[in-house]
């Protein structure tokens, strides 16, 4: 399995998966019933740490430079 993410890539889902998971736990936001949707960001974590997308590869997409210059 090679990465198909870029750096930008990663740092984004990154961003938007810890956004998420606070979310989920109510930290810096109000209880709304709907919370619980926010652990959803478990996902974008968890392919910016293996840097690979399963979507992505289905539909032959890589953001990843370093190894299109190889």
């Given at each position: 399995?090679?990465?198909n ?8 889902r990154t961003?938007?998966?810890l ?7 109510r930290?810096?936001f109000?209880?709304?019933?709907w ?5 959803i960001?478990?996902?974008?974590l968890?392919?910016a740490?293996i840097g690979?997308c399963?979507p992505?590869?289905?539909?032959g ?5 370093s190894?299109?210059?190889?």
């Open positions: 399995m090679t990465t993410m870029g750096t930008t890539d990663r740092v984004l961003a938007i998966g956004a998420l998971i606070a979310f989920a736990t930290v810096g109000p209880d709304t019933g919370n619980w949707i926010g652990w960001g478990v996902v974008p968890v392919t740490a690979w399963p992505y590869a289905l539909l997409i890589n953001t990843n430079q190894w299109r210059q190889h």
